[in-house]
């Protein structure tokens, strides 16, 4: 049920509907150099999962791109390993008061997975601020919603709506994310900051997963930040 994609790194999707639209969300599990497990948009822990993720190692932390729903099922990873901690990006406290948050993320990693998995605030944004992950030994880089990448795998009304949002077959955020961000110059060294990472594989926060090649698509598809 898990795919694994690359050196210690596996992925699964799960459903996600979204305003009215099925954009199903993707979850990446990381096996850290110390055993432990890092994942990142946590999804619906099903006796499945929870043995398939048992198979790989003991889970560390839990963490998620954004206040928006990368925290999803985070209490029932909190209940099935009690001894996991629960990473916060910025505004999802406050979000989520019913859990107790171990580390508060921005742009400096924890040492206890800074070795394998580096990260990166998305700020510049009006009310949005993301984390970016990047997994050093699969090169892979995490999006959250400034990183969505709808295809051809999706249904018809998906498509159409990721055209509309311009999202379609390539990657970034959708048209009114992009519209209401407050600071260009900052998310634009955000973004720089994420393309310094050597990567050849992009997990979007939605759509399809870039395999290889994942940095000129990033590059392409934020070409208008850029101009
Ligand atoms: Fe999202």
Redesign the pocket.
Known sequence: MLTQRGDRFWTYEEPLR?LGVD?G?IMSVMRLSSGGLFIQSPAELTPELNSALDDLGEVRFVAP??K??GHLHMEQYRAAYPDAELLAAPGLPARRPDLRFDHLLGDTPDPQWGTDVDQVAIVGHRWLTEIAYFHRPSRTVIL??VGFHIGDSSPLKTRLVARALRVYERIGPPVELRLTIQNEASFRRSIRDVLAWEFDRVVP??GEIVDTGGKQAVLEGYEWLFQ
Request: aromatic letters at 10%; hydrophobic letters at 35%; zero cysteines.
């Open positions: 979204f954009i969300r791109a954004s928006l729903h959250g919603d926060g939605h």
